[in-house]
């Protein structure tokens, strides 16, 4: 079970924008990750690349603060709005529900909620 300054802690960093650092000092080694309707990926060096991989394809990657962070037990749920821009310049708006099962300290298994349909919407700026 997490303590819940850990559970801050990751937060921060995502927060801060650095999702690589988040995935390499907070997941276990054979944590998994899975999108709406997507076998889960599993691994943290898998993790990592695709992670990295996502974030190359962007010009700009905003996270805003979380709008809630649920701590029981070894379940946090986090919901996250991040602003992706792409290399074209459009901003597209994610929000989702991250549910996280931890070990420890470490994040074993995340699973990502979201409208698949909408999930990107396009912010005007």
Known sequence: MPERSRVEAFVAIV???DHVKAIRDFYH???SMQEPGKEPRRGRDVLIAHEQAALDRLQN???HPARAVL???DNVVIHWVFDATNREGVTR???ELAYQRWQGDRIVEERFFYDTASSFTIVEK
């Open 15 to 17: 927060e801060s924008g």
């Open 29 to 31: 080694e054979d944590a």
């Open 61 to 63: 990657m905003h996270t």
């Open 71 to 73: 701590v029981d037990g």
């Open 93 to 95: 708006r994610l929000e």
